[in-house]
């Protein structure tokens, strides 16, 4: 063994007792649970996309029946532009007030489209319109979508959350600024939460 090499024997054991040290305290999981909640929190936003791209269809769909329903429609177009002009940056997932608002916007848009799947039911033809029932049967999978993707996120943050909160690895997240994530509250879920009724088969 040259002189060199016996000369890094400190460095790589101060290094393999600090990797040590890491894996220990928590500092991997925080990697592993912190790549999962963004994960879970990008499937939330992808299908809160996918329902605002099918919303000027269904929007255009229902001006050709119920053209007198025009505050309705008008709500709805808000609702949404409000919703996708939202800024959704990594950011959103560790400011509370950002994800609150997020919420806001998405459960007004939610009451909206409940207002405008009401206004189905006075206009027959309408409800037996192909184009409409393809609509609206994609707007309630989304829905489920939302739902399923939301609560996957909830779970995926409880987990997170509770590694940094327990004892030891509360310190490793001190030490790293791993701090508690915001997720769905109980108030703003019943808000969010309301799917649009989706009585076109009726």
């Not at 809160?48 to 255009?60: E, F, G, S, T, W």
């Not at 939302?146 to 909160?165: E, K, L, W």
């Amino acid at each position: 063994m040259t002189t060199t090499a016996f000369s890094r024997w400190p460095q790589l054991f101060l290094a393999t007792l600090f990797a040590t040290l890491l894996s220990g305290c928590g500092y991997n999981e925080f990697q592993t649970k912190d790549e999962a909640t963004k994960a879970a929190w990008g499937e939330v936003v992808n299908q809160y996309q996918r329902r605002a791209d099918l919303i000027p269809n269904l929007v255009n769909t229902v001006k050709g029946y119920a053209a007198h329903e025009k505050e309705t429609l008008e709500a709805v177009t808000q609702a949404r532009a409000a919703a996708t002009s939202f800024q959704i940056t990594p950011e959103v997932l560790n400011d509370p007030a950002a994800f609150q608002k997020f919420q806001q916007v998405q459960g007004q848009l939610s009451s909206a489209l409940s207002r405008l799947m009401a206004v189905s039911e006075a206009y027959p033809n309408l409800k037996a319109d192909t184009s409409f029932r393809e609509l609206q049967s994609q707007l309630e999978g989304t829905e489920n979508r939302i739902t399923v993707a939301r609560q996957r996120y909830i779970t995926t943050v409880q987990d997170y959350n509770v590694q940094v909160r327990k004892f030891p690895t509360n310190l490793t997240a001190m030490m790293f600024g791993y701090e508690i994530k915001p997720s769905f509250t109980v108030e703003n879920e019943a808000a969010i939460s309301t799917a649009p009724a989706v009585n076109f088969g009726k």
